[in-house]
Structures are given as structure tokens and as C-alpha cells.
């Protein structure tokens, strides 16, 4: 199994910046995308920045260069640097790992709270 530990959300004002983590341990999976995903109240979960083990990057179009995703596989991290937050950011963000040769092997982490409020 792998499991997966966010941290570095909090609160910042408009137009702050905060720096997101994930650290994954258990079971190593090469071939992977690890990705950050997002959940606002009432709002479905979605994708922010993803990134895969070839190093291909995909954000998601409200990004806007704002945000940079990043990782250091030697200690088995993911990082995402939010920059210029605004209102709309405010969420649950959370890590994900997904297998890319088998589907089923899709894991999550707990989530942590991003609050943009001046």
C-alpha cells in the first residue's frame, strides 16, 4: 500500500502564498502520476497540477502560472507552490497517486484546508 501526507495548508490573505506537501511512503510505485487535486464546499473535486513520472506536467486552466508543482523523488515528495491565492482557491487540497499501468492502485491522502480570507 502507499500512503500519502499533506501538509503546509493554512490561511493566507489575498494575494499570498502558501507551499503545499506530500510525502509518500509504503510500497514504490515507478510509474506513476502524482497529482494535486482540490475540493471546495459544495463543489466537486478537481484537478489543480499534475505531474508524472516522466516529468510531464499538466495544470489545470485557473492555475494561470500561479501555481508551480514540483517533487523530489529521492525522498519520495511532492510540492506545490501557490502564489497570487485569491478567494477562489479557498479548499480542501489533496495528493494523489495513481498507478499508471494499473488503474485500481489509485490512492489519496487526507486533505489539507486552504483558507484565502483577508
Known amino acids: 500500500q502507499v500512503q500519502l501526507v499533506e501538509s503546509g495548508g493554512g490561511a493566507a490573505p489575498p494575494g499570498g502564498s502558501l507551499r503545499l506537501s506530500c510525502v509518500s511512503t509504503g510500497r514504490q510505485i515507478n510509474m506513476n502520476i502524482m497529482g494535486w487535486y482540490r475540493q471546495a464546499p459544495g463543489k466537486t473535486r478537481e484537478m489543480v497540477a499534475t505531474i508524472r513520472s516522466d516529468g510531464e506536467i499538466k495544470y489545470a486552466d485557473f492555475v494561470k502560472a500561479r501555481f508551480t508543482i514540483s517533487k523530489d523523488s529521492a525522498h519520495g515528495t511532492m510540492f506545490l507552490q501557490m502564489n497570487n491565492l485569491n478567494h477562489d482557491d479557498t479548499a480542501v487540497y489533496y495528493c494523489?497517486?495513481?498507478?499508471?499501468?494499473?488503474?485500481?492502485?489509485?490512492?489519496w491522502g487526507q486533505g489539507t484546508q486552504v483558507t484565502v480570507s483577508s
Open positions: 494523489n497517486l495513481r498507478n499508471l499501468w494499473a488503474a485500481s492502485e489509485n490512492f
